[in-house]
């Protein structure tokens, strides 16, 4: 007996119905889609976060040289 056998014979698991199961249909998801203004919003939101990101750690490499 291998292990698929034991699956199916043990109890609550056996089920004549799965030789009939349904097919399940998939559908193509709904692309994403993002207002410009957002998109914009985000973008300079990053690089304003990178800008003061890189001022803090030349501040802090200055200061560490001193």
Sequence with gaps: MTA???????EGYHD???DNA?????YEARPV??????ATGA?????TLGVLTA????????????
């Excluded at 698929?4 to 043990?10: K, R, S, T």
């Excluded at 889609?33 to 957002?38: E, G, L, R, S």
């Design 43 to 47: 973008i300079i939101g990053a690089f």
């Design 16 to 18: 004549d119905d799965l």
């Design 4 to 10: 698929e056998d034991a699956i199916y014979h043990a």
């Design 55 to 66: 001022v803090g750690a030349l501040a802090l490499m200055g200061r560490l040289d001193d």
């Design 22 to 26: 349904d097919i399940v249909e998939w």
């Design 33 to 38: 889609t993002v207002p410009t203004a957002v």
